[in-house]
C-alpha cells in the first residue's frame, strides 16, 4: 500500500518561513506529478503547487515568488519551501502524488493526511 506522510507544518508570524515535506512510501514504480494542495476553513481546496518529473513547475499566483517547489526522486519526497508567509496562507497542506506502484498497475491519485500551517501574530 501506497502512502504519502507529511511533515513541518506549525505556527509562524507573517513574514516567516516554513518547509513542508512529504514522502511516498511502500510499492512504488513511477510519481508524476507531485504537488500541494491546500484548504482554508470556509473554502475549498485549491492547487498550490505542481512539479513534473523533468522539473517543471507550476504555482498558484497568490504563491509565486514566495513558495518554491522540489523534489528528491530518489526519496520519493517533495518539499514546499515557504517565504514570507501571510496569514492568507493559513490552511491545511496536502501533499499529492499520481503514483505507479507497478508496471502492471494504472497511476493512482494520493492525498497525504495533511498537516495544519498557520500564520499569525
Known amino acids: 500500500q501506497v502512502q504519502l506522510e507529511e511533515s513541518g507544518g506549525g505556527w509562524v508570524q507573517p513574514g516567516g518561513s516554513l518547509r513542508l515535506s512529504c514522502a511516498a512510501s511502500?510499492?512504488?514504480?513511477?510519481?508524476?506529478?507531485m504537488g500541494w494542495w491546500r484548504q482554508a476553513p470556509g473554502k475549498q481546496r485549491e492547487l498550490v503547487a505542481l512539479i513534473i518529473g523533468g522539473g517543471l513547475t507550476n504555482y498558484a499566483d497568490s504563491v509565486k515568488g514566495r513558495f518554491t517547489i522540489s523534489r528528491d526522486n530518489a526519496k520519493s519526497t517533495v518539499y514546499l519551501q515557504m517565504n514570507n508567509l501571510k496569514p492568507d496562507d493559513t490552511a491545511v497542506y496536502y501533499c499529492?502524488?499520481?503514483?505507479?506502484?507497478?508496471?502492471?498497475?494504472?497511476?493512482?491519485?494520493?492525498w497525504g493526511q495533511g498537516t495544519q500551517v498557520t500564520v499569525s501574530s
Open positions: 511502500g510499492t512504488i514504480h513511477s510519481i508524476d506529478p
Open positions: 499529492y502524488a499520481v503514483i505507479t506502484p507497478s508496471l502492471a498497475q494504472d497511476p493512482r491519485p494520493t
